[in-house]
């Protein structure tokens, strides 16, 4: 049996209880979202400049890079008295040595330099640092310069002091200046060859008392007959270099016959670039270039003309002058060989 609670029908399910409605939770404020900047990149083919944390405060505290004081306008003035200071040599010096400039570039302050210890060397007789400068200035920079090569010669032959090797250099550097002696012109090429033909005689007149032989006589008598022969030209006294000749041959008459004979007459080829120019040598006209003419020793004026340009040079002729003159049109240039 069933008791009546078991026995009633089921009624409808209650209803499920409804939450009492709340307020709606505010949500927490948070940061906003950053948007993205886009950072630009590298500009194509340009470097990108990487700085590491500090090097701002290092190039800060970092001097400023000391100035070098190299003005070689500003320096000459002193350099040929000779008052430079050694962190100006030392400038000098870097400046020539430095093998990427331009050589013309390196031979500005290499000049400058040797000014400086020339004048050292002429005033207190401190030639060590004028010796290897020049020596240097022309194994690396060029032997080119007469004017230079000249001084060099003069300076090896007053300094020689008995030394052979330094009169056998004298002599050598004096030809070599001879042998560019085109470069100058007038009185100035007049007033260099006296000097250089004057140091060819009297340093082969002392290799020849150090070493007597044929040989030597010859280079001394030579020498001194060049340097006669051009004083003689110039209305001069030509006694000094008589008597190295006669020292030299021991016979003072054969030395002044020399100088009045036809051997004074010299060929001397006269060449242009383009060839075919007019020649006239003190005012005569002497044909079209290339020809050799034959000229007394002693000075002479030389007027070439081709295309409508003329160009005059004045020549020394003489025993150790050269012998083959070229003008060169385009260059407006004159060279010289022995």
């Known amino acids: ?112 330099a040797l000014a400086d210890a020339l004048a050292r060397c002429d005033a207190a007789a401190d030639c060590a640092d004028y010796e290897r400068l020049q020596l240097r200035y022309f194994d690396v920079l060029g032997a080119y310069d007469p004017l230079m090569m000249l001084t060099w010669s003069r300076h090896l032959y007053t300094s020689a002091d008995g030394r052979l090797s330094r009169y056998r250099d004298a002599y050598t550097w004096a030809g070599r200046a001879s042998e560019r002696s085109s470069e100058w012109s007038g009185s100035t090429r007049t007033r260099h060859m006296r000097e250089i033909l004057e140091i060819r005689a009297r340093a082969a007149a002392r290799m020849l008392e150090a070493n007597p032989s044929d040989a030597s006589r010859q280079v001394a008598r030579d020498a001194a007959l060049a340097w006669a022969e051009l004083l003689r030209s110039l209305s001069l006294d030509a006694t000094p270099a008589l008597d190295l000749c006669a020292s030299a041959t021991g016979e003072a008459a054969r030395c002044g016959k020399r100088l009045t004979t036809e051997a004074l007459l010299e060929p001397i080829t006269m060449l242009s670039l383009p060839p075919r120019a007019e020649l006239e040598v003190d005012g005569e006209a002497r044909g079209l270039t290339p020809v050799t003419v034959d000229l007394p020793h002693g000075s002479h004026t030389v007027v070439m003309r081709l295309g409508g340009v003329e160009t005059t040079h004045t020549i020394l002729v003489g025993a150790g002058a050269p012998t083959r003159w070229q003008w060169r049109k385009a260059e407006q240039e004159w060279k010289s060989w022995q």
């Open 1 to 112: 049996m069933h008791s009546p609670e078991e026995a009633a029908e089921p009624g409808p399910p209650p209803a499920p209880e409804e939450p009492e409605p709340s307020e709606p939770e505010e949500p927490e404020p948070s940061e906003p979202e950053k948007a993205e900047v886009p950072v630009p990149g590298p500009v194509p083919d340009e470097p990108v400049a990487v700085v590491a944390p500090g090097v701002d405060a290092l190039l800060a505290e970092r001097p400023e890079p000391e100035v070098l004081p190299c003005d070689l306008l500003a320096l000459e003035p002193r350099a040929r008295l000779g008052r430079l200071t050694p962190d100006e040599r030392s400038c000098l010096a870097g400046l020539a040595e430095d093998t990427s400039r331009k050589l013309t570039d390196r031979r500005k302050p290499a000049r400058v």
